[in-house]
């Protein structure tokens, strides 16, 4: 049972016939975020159903977006990756009511592939769909249901400050998590907090995966490292590492280096581009609006020599993201710098070099130090290398899908 990229949105959809001899499991992933939006939300939510695709698993991803794109160039022109006969696109165009399209599309698949006994693995970040699966979960025996959870609700003590939607979020986690099949967790310590009080729901540590970019690495890695070029990637504000950026370009000006920032939006970049002008840093420092992932992609593996991931030294950085920006750098055979936090080092293990999260100093000497050897910079580009195919998305997508079968 095949079925391609579809060309344009839910009302292409139709579920396909069934050959009850040989069906299989159907994956779906359901996903708010919008297609070709910058930033990583739909793109880390293509790929996880891409993985389950490469798997040879038919995967279905719904998501926000207009209808009647093409699909097929989207995924290679914007995403750099290539259709794959098993991965289902949907786009739901958002509705001004509040309401969301994408959650009812999705669940109109999941039933109909249920009413012709089919087994249904579905798998969403989404707080907000948990409860209409649960009830579909009830109804249907071969419904499978997990959540991959980007934060911790079920308490808001660590929270700095405490808002309304932070209490309904923690109401909703409790009200739905003990209904599903499990959590499908970014880091130990995300997935400690959640079994004090679910103990008996099943859960699975797995970082999010590294995607092998489609195109070849362009030149040897010494062509790279003479380039003295390294990188930022993601939103431009404090607790990302912003003021540690600042400061080591202020370190790095006279030791022929630059500093490339990719993340923001148009009024940030000419904000901070100003900013940098001001303090003398023109020539060392260099702001970039979010760019598509094939341009990102063939940006790392063409124009930069390090990785940067500077994460603040905050409770939610600390234990509960898993830094994207270390897995694209690692993909593309960077070495990385980053901070000395447990988030950082599950994900970069040996393979990277830790600093104290607000030492400027030693951030600029440890980059300096990578770029001024030769073999060390080779080892370190070797071993990203390698630590990106143990944590790929093909992985990881087995790794969940032994998990689901216990």
């Known amino acids: 049972m095949m079925s391609g990229p579809l060309q344009g949105g ?24 919008t297609w070709k ?46 259709p794959h006969p098993q991965l289902a696109i949907h786009l739901s165009p958002k509705s001004k009511s509040g309401q969301r399209p994408v959650y009812q599309a999705g669940l109109k698949a999941i039933k109909s592939y249920c009413e012709q006994d089919e087994p249904v693995l579905v798998m969403t970040r989404e707080v907000g769909i948990l409860a209409e699966l649960i009830r579909l979960k009830r109804r249907y025996p071969q419904l499978t249901v997990l959540h991959e959870v980007h934060d911790y609700y079920g308490s808001v003590k660590h929270l700095p400050s405490r808002g309304l939607s932070d209490y309904r979020r923690m109401i909703a986690e409790r009200l739905s998590f003990g209904g599903l099949d ?19 729901l099943p859960m699975t540590v797995q970082p999010l995966g590294s995607a092998k970019p489609d195109h ?43 500093i490339v920032c990719y993340g923001g939006h148009q009024g940030q970049v000419d904000e901070l581009t100003a900013k940098a002008n001001s303090e003398g840093l023109a020539s060392v420092l260099k702001f970039v609006t979010f760019l598509s992932p094939r341009e990102l992609n063939e940006v790392l593996a063409t124009q930069i020599s390090i990785g940067l991931v500077p994460l603040q030294n905050t409770y939610y950085s600390r234990y509960l993201t898993c830094p994207v920006k270390a897995l694209d ?53 070797q071993q990203s290398l390698d630590r990106a195919e143990m944590l790929s998305w093909k992985n990881r997508a087995k790794a969940i899908l032994d998990f689901s079968k216990r």
């Open 10 to 33: 839910t009302s292409s959809w139709h579920p396909p016939p069934i050959n009850r001899q040989d069906y299989r499991l159907r994956a779906v992933w359901i996903n708010k975020g």
């Open 37 to 82: 939006k910058p930033g990583p939300i739909a793109y880390m939510g293509l790929l996880n159903a891409l993985s389950f695709a490469w798997n040879g698993i038919n995967t279905d991803f719904f998501v926000n977006g207009p209808e009647g794109t093409d699909l097929n160039a989207d995924l290679t022109q914007f995403y750099g990756l290539e």
């Open 182 to 200: 499990g959590l499908i967790c970014l880091t130990e310590y995300q997935r400690a907090l959640y079994q004090q009080w679910l103990p008996e």
């Open 216 to 258: 070849k690495l362009n030149g040897s890695s010494e062509q790279r490292r003479q380039q003295r070029r390294i990188a930022y990637i993601g939103h431009l504000i404090s607790f990302k590492g912003l003021a540690l950026i600042l400061e080591l370009a202020q370190q790095l000006r006279d030791q022929d280096i630059e």
């Open 329 to 381: 750098f690692m993909a593309n055979g960077l070495p990385v710098v980053g901070s000395d936090l447990p988030s950082v080092k599950d994900v970069l293990d040996n393979s990277g070099v830790i600093i104290a999260s607000d030492d400027a100093t030693a951030y600029a000497k440890a980059v300096t130090a990578i770029l001024d050897d030769e073999q060390r910079y080779q080892r370190l580009s």
